[in-house]
């Protein structure tokens, strides 16, 4: 039997709005991007019968607005937890403007992409490459709310799709709203590839439980780790 | 009144068309412009009284095409009363005179109606070099500016004068621009199409008539009452784009059923334009009721969001037939083999860690993987 005994303590890192976001924010990305592409391209299925026998397509862009909406609000919510949440879910640890962020970011490339070093990364949350992707990814999110609600306001008297409607003008119609709508679809699900490969690695390789964090909340992380986090210098806010 | 310009419906009763055919022709104008029943009577009056609008109408770049769609208005009355008339003052390709006199005729609209006359553009205007474009020895752009300076408002007709249309696509040699990106300070409407349909031409003529100023316009300058829905939102194959049924080549079954064009690259989604409603050649049919998918001539840059028959534009520097979904899955297929790798390599790794790690651990320093 192999085993190992060493010092580690459970935190809590993950609180249950983060854990809540996450989940929802996976499920609507995932019925959007296969709703999307259907809209994109429809599965022509379907001969030799009447138009008033069927709604399908109709049922797929009904799905496709409603979790855009519910993506839309999830994320203006971890938006504002961004800014009430606990160390590791604020805003300061996804924008690198401290030198030690950065430095962090390329030690991560050194020894999690390239393997070509095998320092330990301190970061008890995520660590600083991992949350710029995110920040990116954040943009990506606010471009996309931006051209599908510029796309939808057409279609809509409601007020909050209305909020959007200068969308389409400023880019001079809906042909270029639509192929940029298009274009960040394939952004998420390259992201969402990376990213679940990543949460697999990380497990493996760390075995710090990252994979159930994301339900349960709790990792386990080294002592040794945990003291360098206490005793870090004030002038770097990252974990 | 002030000029004695005789009115559209005495110049019309002169012609020989009668006081029913002219209240007709009022009424058809009001559906068009979606006035309630009593802005018959206003157009009506307005008709009857006001003296006829001095317009001047120029040709730049274009091929014509909006005259021509014009001059096929679903009422005869329209071209009747406003394009006979129109070129009574100028307008390059139907009036009589031409050279000095028409010169004058032009310049004459301008001295005896400072403020009042309206400049309508066809065409867009060269800027790389004005000499692209040149009538009577001066350019398009000196045209325009002078004859702007003291009009009423600029009506720009189709794409060309509102977007530049095929002369300003990629790559555009003649720097060629529409009207409201030349001058500036002009209420400036947008008669957008290639070429815009004639009802909307006769409708946008009959609003500045009847109530004195410029009809409400969209965000790109667009009347509203004709472009304020999407060609996708009033087509009468709507049905089939929800019901999933979609025409998938032009000879198969769904294409003889009458389906969805959507798969043919109809860009009827992402154009506003009024063709499912009012529709062509006196209501007779539209693009998508003859089986072809609209290409969106209504919209800024038609020409560079090809090919027609594709749904989604193609990306330039990727070939003509590579669309985002070409480019998307490709990258997906590298992802996946980077991800492989990575994968492969890890476990290479974290094998022999293992296989060197001795068969049980309790101190405080395991080695980390």
Redesign the interface.
């Known amino acids: ?7 580690m303590r459970e935190v809590h890192v993950w609180e249950m709005p983060v854990r809540v976001y996450h989940w929802v924010n996976a499920l609507c990305v995932t019925v959007l991007c296969v709703t999307g592409f259907l809209i ?19 049922t ?2 009904f799905i496709h607005f409603v979790s855009a909406f519910v993506f839309f609000f999830n994320f203006i919510f971890r938006t504002y937890w961004g800014f009430v949440g606990n160390e590791f879910s604020r805003w300061y640890n996804f924008i690198p403007l401290k030198r030690c962020q950065w430095k962090e970011i390329i030690n991560v490339i050194k020894v999690d ?1 390239l ?1 070509v070093s ?1 320092k ?1 990364i301190d970061s008890i949350g995520h660590n600083s490459l991992a949350s710029f992707i995110y920040f990116l990814t954040f943009l990506i999110f606010l471009l996309q709310c931006l051209t599908g609600f510029g796309m939808y306001a ?2 809509s008297d409601a007020f909050l799709p209305k909020l959007f ?2 969308i ?2 400023l880019m ?5 709203v ?2 940029l709508h ?2 960040l ?2 952004s998420f ?2 992201f969402a ?2 990213h679940i ?1 990543l949460v697999f ?1 990380h497990d ?2 760390e075995r710090r439980g990252v994979t159930s964090s994301m339900i349960g909340g709790w990792k386990f992380i080294e002592e040794d780790v945990i003291e360098r986090h206490d005793n870090r210098s004030e002038d770097c806010p990252k974990d | 009144m002030k000029n004695k310009q005789p009115s559209f419906y005495e110049e019309v009763r002169g012609d020989g068309i009668s006081r029913k055919d002219f209240l007709k022709f009022c009424a058809t104008m009001a559906a068009f412009l979606g006035l309630e029943s009593s802005g018959i009577g206003q157009i009506v009056k307005a008709l009857e009284t006001k003296p006829r609008l001095p317009v001047i109408w120029f040709h730049f770049q274009e091929c014509t095409c909006c005259s021509e769609s014009f001059i096929r208005a679903s009422h005869p009355i329209v071209a009747d009363i406003v394009l006979g008339k129109i070129s009574l003052d100028y307008q390059e390709t139907l009036m009589a005179a031409s050279g000095v006199q028409a010169e004058e005729a032009y310049k004459a609209v301008m001295a005896k109606f400072p403020g009042e006359y309206i400049v309508m553009v066809e065409g867009s205007i060269p800027t790389e070099n004005e000499a692209y474009c040149c009538i009577g020895g001066r350019s398009a752009k000196q045209i325009l500016e002078e004859a702007v300076q003291n009009c009423k408002a600029v009506v720009a007709w189709g794409n060309c004068a509102s977007a530049g249309c095929v002369q300003a696509a990629s790559p555009n040699p003649t720097g060629a621009k529409p009207v409201h990106k030349v001058i500036s300070g002009k209420p400036i409407i947008n008669v957008q199409g290639c070429p815009p349909i004639a009802d909307v031409m006769a409708g946008v003529v009959v609003h500045l008539l009847t109530f004195d100023r410029i009809p409400q316009l ?3 300058g667009r009347p509203k009452a004709f472009y304020s829905r ?1 060609v996708h ?1 009033t087509c009468y194959r709507r ?8 025409v ?1 080549s032009f000879d198969d ?2 294409a003889k ?1 009458g389906y969805c064009l ?2 043919m690259g109809c ?1 009827g ?4 334009n009024s063709c499912g409603i009012i529709k062509w050649n006196d209501g007779v049919s539209y693009p998508i009721q003859s089986g072809h998918p609209c290409i ?1 001539c209504s ?4 020409w560079d ?1 090809g090919p027609f028959y594709q ?3 193609s ?1 330039a520097g990727f070939g003509i037939e590579t669309t ?2 070409k ?2 899955l490709g ?2 297929v590298a ?2 083999v980077g ?1 492989a790798g ?2 492969i ?2 476990n290479i ?2 094998k022999k860690e ?1 296989t060197n ?1 001795p ?8 080695p ?2």
């Open positions: 039997m192999r085993s190992r005994t060493i010092p994109g391209n429809p599965l022509a299925f379907m001969k030799g019968t009447e138009a008033y026998l069927n709604y399908w397509f109709g797929v862009r992409v393997q095998h330990e057409a279609m409607a200068w389409v003008p001079g119609g809906d042909m270029h639509r192929q298009h274009i679809m394939w699900i390259l590839m990376v490969y690695y493996y390789i | 969209d965000a790109l999407r939102d049905a089939n784009f929800d019901a999933g049924l979609f998938e079954e769904g059923k959507y798969k860009k989604p992402v154009t506003y969106g919209e800024e840059g038609f969001n749904h989604l534009p990306i985002a979904d480019i998307g990258l997906g992802t996946a991800v990575h994968a390599y890890t790794r974290k293992i790690a068969e049980s651990v309790s101190e405080t320093e395991a980390k993987v």
